[in-house]
């Protein structure tokens, strides 16, 4: 039905008769008309440099979803958000949503390892500790300063799982900076645990991973195995003939 002039407006910008737009009556909700659905963009970008100033996650995302122009500030924090976001889905209760969300992290640069290295930290989640160095093991070399720094760590808040899965995740990468620090720990105490395998045995994850390394590890394995330090001494013998298959 076509009004010709007599539209019905009820003060809004939509006649409730033939639905013509006008362009006034407008209801307003963070630049975006309640009624016609009309947009203004003046008003969303200066309620998003607003929104961003004081850092409202969920207002940014709303006014950029309305086009927005973000400026630096705005993309910095959605960049966290996001990081955020992938860092919950490390504990997802699906294998391939905490896969997904480490091989994403992985490719988002160095940016999100302060990020994640704290919530390996916090550890309130069962995954978040597996899935979260999956994520370092493929950034690679990116991720080897800030392994090392764990393994030699000396901080309450990184523990002794949290250390001997960073020595393993070292040697997966497989880069020679992580020989030098792997040594060190066949002289400290904390590094034998319980290998979970089958039949149980002593196991020391520092050792164990410089075995992992074969080559990259040998000369120095062999070093430490004829020293004078007992305790080395053995477990650098032990990780040359645990790993043997390594050596070639
Ligand atoms: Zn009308
Ligand atoms: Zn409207």
Known sequence: MSCLIFHSWQGKCLCTKCGK????????????CKICGKIDKDTVDALLIEATRTRDTEKVKLLLSR?????ATTQEMMFHDEVERLIRSLNDSELNRREAAAHLLSRKGELVLEPLIHAMKRRTAWYTLRFG???MIKMGQLAVAPLITLVESDDRDVDTELKQRAASALSEI?????????LKTLYQDGWVGWSGGFIGEDWHYGAAALGEMGNLARDQLLEVAHGSDETATKWAKWALEKFKYKFK
């Open 174 to 182: 497989g880069d020679p900076r992580a020989v030098p620090v792997l």
């Open 67 to 71: 086009g927005g122009t973000p400026n």
């Open 21 to 32: 737009k006008r362009d006034e009556g407008h209801q307003w909700d963070w630049g975006k």
């Open 133 to 135: 160095l999956n994520a």
